[in-house]
Structures are given as C-alpha cells and as structure tokens.
C-alpha cells in the first residue's frame, strides 16, 4: 500500500520547527488543510519550493504509526515572488492565508476554496497600493459566500422590504452582527452596535460577489463606501469563526 500521496497545494503557512526542520501548512484540493514537514536545513531545495503563496502539485509520505507527514517533493507552478515585492500586498497576503486557516479551509469543497484564494492571489502579485485593500474585501466578501453566510443587501431581514429598488436604492440599511442580517431604519430602531451600509457600499458588493479578481481594478469605490464594505466583511466573518483576526487591520 502506497504511502505517498499527491495533492494540488497552496502554502498558507512555513514556520520553523526544531532545529532544521520547518511545519509547513498547506491548503489542497483534496482533502482541504494539511500539516506537513520539510526535512532538512536552509539548503534544501524543499525549503524554498515550499515558502508561502506558493502553489503546484505537492508529494506527501505518510507515515500513520508515526502519525507524522512529510513533504517529499514540490512541483512549483507559481511562485507569485512579486507578493513579497510591496508591503501592502505582504499584508494582505498573509490576511487571506489567516482567514482560510481559521475558518478550517471552508470546511469542504476544497476545490472551490483552492481556486478562490489562487485567483486572488495571483492578481494580488501585480496589484497596486490601492487594489490590494480592495482585493481583501473582495476575498473576504466572497469567502462568506462560500461558507454560506453572506447576508442579503437587498432587503429586510424582519420586514422584507427593499431598500427603495433593491440594491439600487438611496436608502441607508444598517448591519446587525448579532443577528447576522441587515435591516431597514425602522426596523433596525432600539438595535445596538449597527453597522451603516450606505447605498454606495451595496451596489459595489453586490456587483462584485461573483466576479473573478481579475476584473477586479474596473469597480473603484469611495473611502466611505471602502470603511463599510470592510466593517461588513470582517464583521461578518469574526460572528462564523468567534475571533476577529489582526490580520483584516493592515491598511
């Protein structure tokens, strides 16, 4: 019976452990976040192959009465060097990587969670100051998506009426992260700690929820509608996995 298994990667994450060896965190298709180990020093061919943000086909021996995993071999299809070329794109980087992680890698549909954060990765790499804030609210926003909690921008959530046109609307709705909804003014009254989606900041989620990363740069939005969208998204996602993540904060 073969020990070695093949699986399509992502590192998330590569940290030492003991004295040359290093833990290296994987997201893959197959069977979603994996711990592996890199044996050998700082000359290993390993420990390049498998720095963060790296991603390809990855060869991995296990050994079950050792209850151990290593890495045997990495066959790198995108090194993705230009996310380590600009701070802001470091940044958000590793608040992707910390979000996947967290929430488990989604929790099945592996697959799917693989290809979302690829893509975003790969128009991090070349993105400028700007779109890389954009970038993360985008991922964030479709990552509630793909966990099943992304909220209803075009109606009340206790009243079903719409924002005056649905997200077209001028109306302002308010965001309420212990009820996980949004609701319209009056309904929204005697709630505390609301979150203010003015009109602005719906219609770019909404046009965005779908659309691949890469077409990311024609949708700019203003500062206000950017504040919200982001208290949105991070909100939404600290009430699915109970932490707020420091990671969301590096703009």
Not at 173 to 199: I, K, M, T
């Amino acid at each position: 019976m073969s020990r070695t298994f093949v699986y399509s990667a992502l590192v998330l994450r590569n940290r030492p452990s003991g004295e040359s060896n290093n833990e290296v965190t994987l997201l893959t298709a197959e069977e979603g976040i994996i711990k592996t180990t890199v044996f050998g020093g700082p000359k290993s061919k390993l420990r390049a192959h498998t720095a963060p943000y790296n991603s390809g086909q990855v060869w991995i021996y296990r050994d079950k009465s050792k209850e151990y995993a290593k890495i045997s071999d990495f066959d790198v299809h995108s090194w993705r060097a230009g996310l380590r070329e600009l701070y802001e794109r470091t940044m958000t980087a590793g608040a992707i990587a910390e979000t996947i992680l967290s929430s488990h890698g989604g929790g099945g549909e592996w697959g799917t969670a693989l290809n979302l954060a690829i893509e975003t990765l790969d128009t991090l790499e070349n993105a400028n100051e700007e779109l890389c804030g954009r970038l993360l609210i985008h991922f964030l926003w479709r990552w509630s998506g793909f966990l099943g909690i992304q909220p209803h921008l075009e109606t009340c959530a206790a009243c079903g009426k719409d924002a005056g046109n649905n997200v077209a609307g001028n109306n302002i709705l308010w965001f309420s992260a212990r009820e996980d909804a949004v609701f319209c003014a009056a309904c929204a009254a005697g709630q505390q700690d609301l979150l203010q989606l003015n009109p602005g900041c719906r219609r770019w989620l909404s046009s965005v929820s779908t659309l691949e990363a890469a077409h990311l740069h024609r949708y700019s939005m203003d500062n206000k509608s950017f504040n919200e969208a982001k208290s949105l998204t991070t909100a939404v996602l600290t009430s699915a996995i109970g932490k707020r993540l420091n990671s969301w904060d590096w703009q």
